[in-house]
């Protein structure tokens, strides 16, 4: 067995254990409550599933495994740049452990032996419009490449349950390993003519993807390396992980479940913001005419924006209540690697002039920027700047939490979801009892 797997094995057998144990002793044990709102209002902050690979707080951001993203600079390998390599957070996040440099190199190897993407998935992609939307692309590449689902083959055959997490563990690895490559081509043949560029096997994931998608230089690389691995997970209510996870938790194998996942990062309010945000700026530059605006300028583009009826995006989110760390981080790298930009110092006025206008309009609980806000004018400036692909990109690192979490959760032998959905002549009956009965309620 690989030492990945092993690891693995042994975590998740210690915490089957201590969960059977806690189920038994405690599980009638109240930990929330569900208001009216919250049944009306996307469910936000109820207590419902269990998720380990991370978990988010409203006021210090994202702790994979309880690091936060500057300790992940600090403790994750880095290989031959500065940027931490994603192939270390997939380690940590899957076995919870900071992986050594070796750790990391094994696994950036397992990646490239695993990843030939097989022929049909490049013809079916071939047989796409040309202006097919690379997320629509991206999510039928994904699940072109279900035909090689062990899990799928192995269930089939008559898995036995105990090793569902094995062959899930095989189809994270395998698919994970795959992406770069699905990702590059369907960037290579939407912008530049299909032409399309080999991978390079001495380089790690990320930079061998920044490789394929045909932009060279080592600050691309370092970039992508920490794109990659700051995308990755964001516990597991947000739509793109609890789509993941909803699909999987029917037993569809781990390429049917992160197409779940894609199609849910596909929507504006989530991972196509990033795609947004930067047509939203160039918009507003063009509109003004000038890519040096003065923050009065932009001021009254924002108030125009939202006098249309439509959101900022970039800013707001569900649960984080300060500027995102994922934005903070990226702010950091561009402040450290790019020197003058003038779209990067477009954002950098953005995150000045609209938090107040946003904190004044009175409804939005969260004032500030995303991590959606930042990544396009750093892309734009390395000249990836067909925004279109961003939540590709974005998509490629999102695979590595969400499927991390995907082999936990076949470990634990967690149940298929299924909450209680009620009409809102059911909620206005029990409101009318509650009241006959007494009840009182604020
Ligand atoms: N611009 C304008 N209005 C905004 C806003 C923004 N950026 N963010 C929130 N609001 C508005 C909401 O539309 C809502 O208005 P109504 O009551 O009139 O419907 C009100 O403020 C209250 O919303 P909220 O409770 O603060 O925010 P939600 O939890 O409902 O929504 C969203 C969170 C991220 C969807 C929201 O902030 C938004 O639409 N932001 C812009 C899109 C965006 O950047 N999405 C990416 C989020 C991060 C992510 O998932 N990345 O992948």
Redesign the pocket.
């Known amino acids: 067995m690989d030492p990945l797997k092993e690891k693995f094995q042994e975590k998740a057998s210690a915490l089957k254990t201590e969960i059977k144990a806690l189920l038994k002793e405690q599980g009638s044990t109240v930990v929330d409550e569900v208001t009216l709102k919250q049944v009306f209002g996307g469910m ?1 902050g109820v207590k419902s599933m269990v998720w380990e690979t991370s978990q988010l707080d409203a006021i210090e951001g994202i702790r994979f495994r309880g690091y936060s993203i500057p300790q992940l600079r600090e403790l994750l390998p880095t290989g031959n740049g500065k940027e931490p390599l994603p192939e270390g957070l997939f380690w940590l996040m899957l076995v919870g452990e900071v992986p050594t440099a070796e750790q990391v190199k094994w696994l950036t190897d397992q990646w490239i032996s695993r990843s030939m993407v097989p022929d049909h998935t490049f013809k079916v992609l071939d047989a796409l419009p040309i202006d097919t939307h690379p997320m629509t692309q991206f999510n039928i590449a994904i699940t072109s490449m279900q035909t090689s689902s062990v899990f799928s083959r192995r269930y089939a055959e008559g898995l036995n349950k105990s090793e569902y997490w094995d062959a899930t563990y095989e189809d994270a690895m395998n698919l994970i390993a795959r992406l770069p490559r699905v990702a590059a081509y369907i960037y290579r043949r939407t912008y530049h003519k299909g032409h399309h560029i080999q991978p390079d096997i001495s380089l790690d994931w990320g930079a061998n993807f920044a490789h394929m998608l045909g932009i060279e230089g080592s600050d691309f690389k370092s970039f992508m390396r920490l794109y990659l691995t700051i995308h990755a997970d964001h516990e597991g209510g ?1 739509a793109s992980a609890h789509a993941t996870h909803l699909v999987g938790s029917t037993l569809s194998d781990a390429y049917y479940s992160l197409s779940g996942g894609m199609s849910a990062l596909a929507g ?4 196509l ?1 990033n795609q947004e945000v930067i047509k939203w700026v160039f918009r507003m530059l063009d509109t003004l005419g000038t890519r040096r605006p003065t923050k009065d300028q932009i001021a009254d583009y924002v108030n125009s924006t ?1 006098a249309s009826g439509q ?8 649960v984080l209540r300060q500027p995102d760390p994922r934005f903070i981080a990226q702010k950091r790298f561009a402040e450290e690697y790019i020197l003058d930009s003038e779209v990067v110092n477009v954002i950098w006025k953005c995150f000045e002039v609209i938090p107040p206008i ?1 904190k004044g309009l009175g ?4 004032p500030w920027p ?3 806000a930042h990544s396009g004018a750093i892309l734009v400036h390395y000249g990836l700047s067909e925004y279109s692909f961003y939540t590709v990109l974005f998509g490629v690192s999102r695979a590595l939490g969400v499927l991390s979490q995907l082999c936990w959760s076949r470990a634990m032998g967690f149940p298929l979801e299924r909450p209680k959905s009620v009409t809102t002549e059911w909620i206005t009956e029990f409101l009318e009892k509650q009241k006959e009965s007494g009840v009182v309620n604020n």
């Open positions: 936000r947000n504006p309010l989530h991972g913001a939202l959101v900022i995006p970039g800013y707001g989110h569900a946003l409804k939005v609980k969260n995303n991590v959606d």
